[in-house]
């Protein structure tokens, strides 16, 4: 049995630098005896299957950040995630999406679970019209003007909320394209 997953790199290609060119990446991957191996723009999106049986969601991001860091030379925070959780992701979203721009709608992918008093000081009405809400492993952050003019994304990105947790954040567009492609 096989199962399809999406590994996503998190900061790469960002101003020219920590560069992971996609041709590479898929390569990467095939080297590690993935199958099906397709990439989505240039940020670290990747889709690949594997043999279910073989690997858990922890031992691909394992063997996928070690092996960057061994091609590439640095380390680049990895996760991977199957189609099933990618789809109750998209799913489980609390905000109207299919109303929404991609840019104005936002999953940040956690490493773990965020308990909620991690974000208990943030005085969410403070950041009006914008919004997030927590969900399993992942966190929806509604910003109408998009993510680079939102105080609210900057005051959730603060040192400490997600101490020790790796986050990695992609825009609804994505989010979709990502469920598109594990299913294909």
Not at 16 to 35: C, F, I, N, T
Request: glycine share 6%.
């Amino acid at each position: 049995m096989t199962t399809t997953h999406a590994a996503l790199l998190r900061g790469i290609n960002v101003s020219g630098h920590r560069k992971v060119p996609m041709a590479q990446l898929r390569s990467l991957l095939e080297e590690l005896g993935h199958r099906d191996v397709r990439t989505y723009l240039q940020s670290g999106n990747a889709v690949f299957t594997t043999d279910a049986d073989d690997q858990d969601e922890e031992t691909l991001r394992q063997s996928l950040e070690a092996a960057v860091e061994q091609h590439f030379g640095f380390h680049v925070d990895c996760l991977v995630r199957d189609a099933e959780y990618l789809a109750a992701v998209a799913d489980a979203c609390p905000f109207p999406a299919a109303e929404l721009e991609g840019r104005q709608l936002h999953a940040t992918y956690f490493s773990a679970p965020v308990a909620p008093e991690r974000l208990a000081g943030i005085d969410q009405a403070a950041f009006l019209p914008e919004e997030f809400r927590l969900g399993d492993r992942v966190l929806y952050l509604y910003a109408p003007d998009g993510l680079g003019r939102s105080k609210l994304a900057e005051a959730l990105s603060r040192p400490g909320l997600t101490k020790g947790i790796v986050a990695t954040t992609r825009n609804w567009n994505t989010v979709v394209k990502l469920v598109e492609m594990t299913r294909a």
